[in-house]
């Protein structure tokens, strides 16, 4: 997934869905493959659910957010990914025109899917 133009670091946040939105997130995106719990379709903290750029259930089983799988889910989920190149292409278009915060449910907030795909965005992985 190299060879795309320059995302700046800057453009892409990390936050989690439970937080209140601020204007420094430009467009919010949910990154997880499962509706967070006690949030309503409409809440503005959402933003977009971008559902295919999540861990398919069966990944995110396994992973189980143990910190020891850490590197082995990071490589599953960007093999993950290359399955979905037309998603990936159109988040990297408006990372690269401005602010996005993925948005996550994840209680770990340094070992989670919007981490990874953080990561994968900038070439980091």
């Known amino acids: 997934m190299t060879g795309m133009a320059h995302i700046p670091p800057d453009h892409i946040r990390l936050k989690r869905v439970y937080k209140a939105v601020t204007r420094e997130d430009g467009q919010r995106v949910l990154v997880d493959r499962l509706w967070p719990r006690g949030m309503r379709k409409e809440d503005p903290r959402i933003g977009v659910w971008l559902k295919p750029l999540s861990p398919s259930n069966e990944l995110r089983k396994w992973y189980g957010h143990d910190a020891a799988q850490w590197d082995e889910f990071q490589s599953r989920y960007a093999e993950e990914l290359r399955q979905v ?20 449910a994840a209680q770990d907030e340094t070992r989670n899917n919007a981490v990874a795909l953080r990561n994968i965005l900038l070439g980091r992985s």
């Not at 190149?85 to 996550?104: F, H, M, N, Q, S």
């Open 85 to 104: 190149p037309d998603d990936i292409a159109a988040l990297r278009k408006v990372a690269r025109e401005g602010i996005v915060t993925l948005v996550y």
